[in-house]
């Protein structure tokens, strides 16, 4: 969570599926969660706000 992150990367992290991914993250950019740039074929998203980044940590924490 503390570095920009591929889609490739993100499904193996939460082992769901690529387009389930990708639109979560379009849902999640559009809100205002994350940020995106591209670079040559890549998409790098990362967590926008550091609130935010602390929310995730907690439930990971707690949610397992």
């Known amino acids: 969570l503390d570095k920009e992150q ?4 993100l499904v193996q992290h ?3 599926a690529q387009p389930t991914v990708s639109l ?16 040559g ?3 790098f998203y990362s967590i926008k706000h550091q ?3 602390k929310i995730i940590e907690m439930g990971g924490r ?3």
């Open 6 to 9: 591929t889609v490739t990367s």
């Open 14 to 16: 939460v082992k769901r």
């Open 24 to 39: 979560q993250l379009k849902v999640l950019e559009l809100n205002g969660i994350v940020a995106s740039r591209k670079e």
């Open 41 to 43: 074929k890549f998409v």
């Open 51 to 53: 609130q935010i980044r």
């Open 62 to 64: 707690y949610g397992r």
